[in-house]
């Protein structure tokens, strides 16, 4: 009898973790460090109190979703990274190293990711369809809508590195 009651137990937390499937860990937070004036550690409830945007995209299920997150320059900016009217000379030569906990990596240019050079959509989100992310997908991902493939579109984002090509 006490095996049954186990099996049903653990079964009921099965279905519950499968159904909702959805990120809600705390503490999760991702780094932003390198070549900035002032490193961030930043998480889902910090992330949120940014500016945040959405964003309408087709994800690789083809179908589309609301996003809703911060744009990957308003972060760059809160942590002093080089960007707009400075944004010249050998900082040009700066790129952003995204890391997945599975250690994927990604990199875009400083240029492509500034409002004032690009009117790409970086986006940083937390959120899809009014919903945290899945906990296969988040609790951070980047949305990058402009990409023909979604190879750049990283989740489970942990940091977010900005470095000097010449390096």
């Known amino acids: 009898m006490k095996l049954i009651f ?5 079964l009921t937390w099965l279905v519950l973790i499968v159904n909702t499937g959805f990120s809600q860990d705390p503490g999760a937070s991702f780094a ?3 070549e900035l004036l002032r490193p961030l550690k930043l998480s889902v409830k910090e992330l949120a109190a940014l500016k945040s945007s959405e964003v309408k995209a087709k994800d690789r299920d083809g179908k589309e ?5 911060v744009m990957l320059w308003t972060i760059l900016d809160s942590a002093g990274v080089t960007l707009g009217k400075d944004l010249r000379g050998e900082n040009l030569a700066k ?3 995204v ?3 599975d250690g ?6 400083l240029p492509e990711i500034d409002p004032e050079f690009s009117d790409k959509i970086i986006l ?4 899809v369809d009014g919903k945290p992310l899945a906990a296969t997908e988040g609790p951070f991902r980047l949305v990058v809508p402009q990409d023909k493939k979604h190879a750049r579109w990283i989740r489970q984002l942990t940091s977010i590195q900005v470095l000097f090509s010449k390096n």
């Not at 994927?104 to 240019?109: D, K, M």
């Not at 940083?124 to 959120?127: C, I, P």
């Open 32 to 34: 932003v460090g390198g």
């Open 6 to 10: 186990s099996l049903v137990y653990a």
């Open 124 to 127: 940083l989100a937390h959120e």
């Open 104 to 109: 994927y990596e990604v990199v875009f240019s």
């Open 65 to 69: 979703h609301t996003f809703k997150g």
């Open 99 to 101: 890391k997945a906990s």
């Open 95 to 97: 790129f952003v190293l």
